[in-house]
Every structure is written in C-alpha cells, then in structure tokens.
C-alpha cells in the first residue's frame, strides 16, 4: 500500500490489518474486508508491516486481525508496524482521531493468551486512539475451533457498524446473496495454447503415484525464501508403529545463522490426481493447460488504490498454466471457512444446493457448519463434489480457493549439526506425517506432510527461515534447566542440546581441559512405546558424556497404567523443587498444544508446593501458582507448543 494512497482521506471507509503466522488472521482479515464492503466501507486489508501508523487517521475505521506467537509475541509481518508504535518520541496524541477494534487469535494453553493482540490494543490507547468497540478473542482450544468465537463476534460487530456508521436514506447493506465482485481475476495470455514444452514438463513432473516417492524442484517464486536441497527423509518409526515419524534434513549452500526454538516454513504442492479431480468437477479441462496470468479485475481501478494480489510474486512464475497454479498455489484439501460456502454459493442455478450452501454462512447455523467441515474434517474437494451442481469459473480461482500457506516445523538442529562440511547451513526436522481416520471412516492426511512424505532426496524445496519464541539467553543456555518434549516436542529441546555441547566443546578447547560451569539438563521425554518412538535415544547417551544431562522417559503404552511427563514430575517433587526454586533452573515446554503443557503446569505448581524438604520451604498454592508466574515474567518459563 502506497504512502499516497494511505493518506488520502476518504467517505466511509475501513483498513483492515492483519498480523499473521500460518494464515489464519489473514483469513479473518478477509471476512472483515468483505463485511465492511458489504456495508459500504471503502475497504482496503493488508498486513500490518505495508502500513505507517500515521495513516491510520485517514480511514473512518481501522479493524486489526493479530495472532500471538512464541511467549507472547506479534508475527513476523506485524513487528516492523509494532516497533514503530514503540518509539519513545511518539507523543500520547500521536493517534487522536483513530477509531479502532480488534479481534485476537490465541491459544489459552499458553500461558500468554492473545498477548499479542492485547498489547497492540493498550499501546493504540496509550498513543490517543479510541477503542470504538470492545475487542473480541479467539481460543484455539474452543470447542468449536476459530469460528465458535469469530461468528458471534462479527455479527453484534456488523450490528455496531450500522448503528455508529448509519447508512445513507436509501443506502442498504448488500446482501450476502447479492455477489462480491472479484478484485482479481486470471486470464488467457494472448498465445492461443501453451507450448508441447510446457505441456511435457507439467506432465513429467505431476505423473506418478501418490504413494510412492518421486523426485521434486520446487520453481515457484515464493518471495523471501531460501532454495534448499533435501539430503535425508528417513522414517525412525517402525512400519508397523500407529505413526510415521521422519527426521528430515535440508541443506542450503550459503551460511545461514539460526538458534534454538527457530522454524522452517514450508509451504507444500498439491498431487495430480487432486489437481485433476478439481479440473473434472469444474469442467475446466480445455482451460487447463493455457497460459494465464493474474490481473486486477476492474483495469480503470487507479494502480496505487490497488488492494495486494492474493498471490506474491506470481508474476514471475516462468509459463503459468491454470493446472501449475492449482497444483502450486491453492489450498484445494483445506477444511473449508464460512467464506468458501458465501463464494460457491454465486456459482450454483441448484436451488436446494444453493440454499444449503448459505445456511453454512447462517451464524445460527454454527454447529451444522462445526459437524459438516471441521468434526470430519471434510476437505474442499469433497464439498465440491458433494454440490456438484456448483462451477466456478476459472477465472475467479483465486478468489474463491484458499491460497497454500507454509507450515511450520521445529528445527531440531544445533551446534556442529547447523553446518555442511562446504561451509553451508543444514535444517534438520522431526516431522510426525500427518494420517488418521475421521469419525465417518474416512482417511485423512495433512496436506503438507503427504507432500514431504514422498520427496525423494535431491529433491528442492522453498522453505522460509521463521525466528522462535524460545529466545534463550546464555545465563539459561548454561544454568540448570528442565526441558519437556513429548513425541516430536522433542525437536527444539535437541537443537538447544547440540547448542549445549557446543559451548561445553568450546570452553574445554579455549580452558585447557577444563569444566565450563554449567547447570544440568533434564530432559523429560514422552512416547507411547520406548521400542517404537523413543526419538534419539543413542544420541541422549553419547551428549550425556559430554555435558550434564539426563533424561527422563514416561511411555503410556510400555505398562498396564499409563505414565505421562507431568507424573514424572510428581515422582519426582523435591528433585524439581531444588532445580528450580534452589538452584533458578529455567523450564522449556513443548510439543502438542492440548492437555499436555497445562499439565506439565499443574504438576510443577505442585512440586513448589511439596517439593521443599521441609515446611518452611514449601509454598501454598497460591505462592506457587505466583512463583510459576514471575518465572514466566522473567523468561524462566518459555513454551512452544502446537
């Protein structure tokens, strides 16, 4: 968004901001855009990193639309805007005239929840904008997921907006049956069909069987990532164990510099027979195999009141087909949002099929929309083949599909396993593949595990380096320090153990021998069987002569009566006790974002409480609880947890 087209100042108009990590804000943003749009707000949504705070005067209305990531922080496309709102110059009047709301996405197992979002709140205050309506919080952990939170909020939300915001006389809201235009359409390039070359190249690169592996180049110009080679997909579960779980190694050329608790993104493709499935049901095989490109869809609009295409750097994608852009960009196995049934809705003459798809929009039909698409975890492409009746035209693809957004893995690399004998940086990763079957008996598979799960090594993929929440300091590096990672939690924990003996190889070599003074480690590790998943347990052994560490392991399946990391803990109450209260130890917490981290939680509050030896030493639960608090105020308590 251009400087001139920030200031401008406008009738009626709406800024939707988004800070984001996986995608999720970004897709919140979106349904604010579309409902302002649909209340006559000229509505522009864009990350908050492409806007300058001083521009938010010139919008009648500025919505925000942030995730919380790490120990409470902004994402990445949010933290230029942040530090600029954190200038010590800025006077309290600096936003006088800004009307804001805000809407948080968190997850209440962190200790932090929606921190984010609620310090960009009290810092907007701080600087003199005013609050016009009461923010609203999502909790990944609600029962009925984003939605259960989102839906009511937005409509008393859109009830506000026409009552501070009143329409014109005659002016009326457009209806959600009445369609949105698109803002950004595909067309044929000017050639009449795309070349044999091209034809070739897609078909030899998409054939195969999805079960078997094949050998990848990842070519898409996907802005600010690094190309990087998979040297290792290894399975470390037996093929018989309920899971498959893969070390993966990456390398890339140059010298890349990362610490514990960073991640790499990646963002996965789509298979053929999926990418041909859509093109069937559609009716879009004579289009297929064109070349397109992306264009604005109204060529009068002004270029700077442009909105952001949905997809970055497109435009340099060497020969795109409308089958390479489904294949590559969009998110055709996602569970479907709200937004996706509004959109196909336009594209049915079915009544029936037509009235059934608005329903799933209905905010009174929240639970129809929960039991349809998120508890079956019902996919896009068997939406569409369930409303068959439903075709979209492929020119308005991008505004209808959800565009693949990276995710996120642990690096589980440290110390001398971050380098390539050529000088480079390699990635290594635990990557639990991503297969169950669903309470209608049908197999699912994570979009973008099933993508690495069949990558031959020699394969390249476009991987994005992501900075972690986990910011040790070298006091915690080297002081005592308890780390908890069930299952492939564990990753983080081993990039911070490599880390570890880093430091140790180095005092000694620097000290002439000598022990660096450094606390112990403890490693509470989790898995069902010690045999099946117990992840780099040789490793454990050989790091354990080099520095303090030990490890404790709870396996649930291995006996009669299940054991979990937390009831390690209380086994072991006055050990943790003097780790942490005697000795300052520090506490690292990750893996899955369920019960696990606020049990963990639980069973340390119990060991201040009657771990001491004796009764002086030991706390009340309230104490406890407090003390467990200031130690996630100073950074002793960090979790990442997904």
Known sequence: ????????????????????????????????????????????????????????????????AISTTGQGDLPANARTFWRSLLLKKLPPTFLNGVSFTSFGLGDSSYPKFNWAARKLCKRLLQLGASETYLNGEA????????????????????????????????????????????????????????????????????????????????LR??????????????????????????????????????????????TPKNFADDVQALIQMMGWEEQADQLVSLVPADSQHPEEDLPSPPIAGLESYPKLTLRALIMDYLDIRAIPRRRFFSAIAHYTSDETQKERLQEFTDPEFLDDLWDYTSRPRRSILEVLHEFHTVKIPWQHATSVFPILRGRQFSIASGGELKRTPEGGAKFELLIAIVKYKTIIKRIREGVCTKYISVLQPG?????????????????????????????????????????????????????????????????????????????????????????????????????????????????????????LHEMSGSVYVCGSSGRMPQAVREALVEAFQHGGETEDERFSRDEAEEYLLGMEKSGRYKQETW
């Open 459 to 579: 394969s390249t993929l476009k991987v994005h380096l992501q900075r972690g929440g986990l910011n040790s300091s070298l006091g915690q590096l080297t002081g005592p320090t308890v780390l908890v990672g069930p299952g492939t939690g564990v990753a983080p924990l081993r990039s911070m153990i490599w880390e570890k003996a880093a430091y140790v190889k180095a005092y000694k070599e620097e000290n002439a021998g000598a022990e660096p003074p450094i606390g112990p480690t403890i490693l509470l590790y989790g898995g069902r069987n010690r045999t099946a998943d117990f992840f780099f347990d040789e490793e454990w052994q050989q790091l354990s002569k080099l520095i303090r560490l030990e490890v404790f392991a709870a396996f649930s399946r291995d006996q009669k009566q299940k054991v979990y990391v937390q009831d390690v803990i209380r086994d072991n109450l006055g050990f943790f006790f003097r780790l």
């Open 221 to 266: 110009p996907i802005p600010d990532t690094l190309t990087a080679t998979l040297i290792q997909n290894k399975r470390v579960t037996p093929l018989k164990h309920w899971q498959d779980v893969r070390h993966i190694s990456l390398t890339v050329p140059d010298s890349v510099n990362y610490v514990p608790g960073d991640m790499i993104s990646i």
């Open 139 to 218: 909790d990944q952990q609600h029962p009925e997921g984003l939605e259960g939170t989102l839906i009511p909020w937005i409509t008393d939300f859109r009830k506000h907006l026409l009552d501070t915001y009143p329409l014109p006389e005659g002016q009326h809201p457009i209806p959600d049956d009445v369609q949105l235009p698109p803002k950004w359409v595909l067309q044929s390039q000017d050639q009449g069909s795309a070349d044999n070359a091209v034809q070739g190249t897609q078909e030899q690169r998409l054939s195969g069987d999805v079960s078997k592996s094949r050998l990848d180049h990842d």
């Open 1 to 64: 968004m251009s400087e001139r087209q920030a200031q401008r100042p406008r009738k009626r108009s709406a800024l939707v901001l988004y800070g984001s990590e996986t995608g999720n804000a970004q897709e919140v943003a979106e349904e604010l855009g579309t409902l302002a749009e649909r209340l006559h707000f000229i509505t522009q949504v864009s990350e908050l990193n492409h806007v300058k705070p001083e521009a938010l005067s010139s919008y009648t209305i500025v919505i925000f």
